[in-house]
T-cell receptor, first 112, second 114 residues
């Protein structure tokens, strides 16, 4: 069965620290990859996406993610986090063209 | 542009009661999704509509859950009868079409079953 694994459930960082959130998926076919974010009190919203082309994609607020096909991974990175990045981050994979599977999420807390 | 609207925002019921949630997607969005998000887990797709047709309902517990999108616009998700394990946030999302690159999520309905 298709699945998405996020390695860290909770991450605590100080401001200016670098961030990397892991995401692996299990599906052998073509995938579209997403990171969604949910800030406190807000709706889930798209952070960035990968469909094809350059495997390094850039999203909003300085986030980027790299698709490594051989590792079935799509890790999220940010060189220097801010307090306002405190949120829950979800990796998602679309398989079969239209079915989206979400990971369990990683809660990031950034200390000011 | 108005976002995805959901109501109610919160609902508390006792087990074996029934409950219904309503969703109004972004205008012009053909695809509508219902997700269940249990505490500590990611959203799980329950059902996906393209206009008023069902695209995927493979994870919908059909013995107690039902959903409809009769006119291809707003949608209702019903649980009858509810179980304790149905306590979750029910998220509605919409997208321009099946293959659109972005889903837009509503605020969700938090259901507590006692």
């Amino acid at each position: 069965a298709q699945s998405v694994s996020q390695h860290n459930h909770h991450v605590i960082l100080s401001e200016a620290a670098s961030l990397e959130l892991g995401c692996n998926y299990s599906y052998g076919g073509t995938v579209n990859l997403f990171w969604y974010v949910q800030y406190p009190g807000q709706h889930l919203q798209l952070l960035l996406k990968y469909f094809s082309g350059d495997p390094l994609v850039k999203g909003i607020k300085g986030f980027e993610a790299e698709f490594i096909k051989s590792k079935f991974s799509f890790n999220l990175r940010k060189p220097s986090v801010q307090w306002s990045d405190t949120a829950e981050y979800f990796c998602a994979v679309r398989v079969g063209g239209f079915k989206t599977i979400f990971g369990a999420g990683t809660r990031l807390f950034v200390k000011a | 542009e108005a976002g995805v609207a959901q109501s109610p925002r919160y609902k508390i019921i006792e087990k074996r009661q029934s409950v219904a949630f309503w969703c109004n997607p972004i205008s012009g969005h053909a695809t509508l999704y219902w997700y269940q998000q249990i505490l500590g887990q990611g959203p799980k797709l329950l059902i996906q509509f393209q206009n008023n047709g069902v695209v995927d309902d493979s994870q919908l517990p059909k013995d107690r859950f039902s959903a409809e999108r009769l006119k291809g616009v707003d949608s209702t998700l019903k649980i009858q009868p509810a179980k304790l394990e149905d306590s979750a946030v029910y998220l509605c999302a919409s997208s321009l079409n099946l293959f659109a690159d972005t889903q837009y999520f509503g605020p969700g309905t938090r259901l507590t079953v006692l």
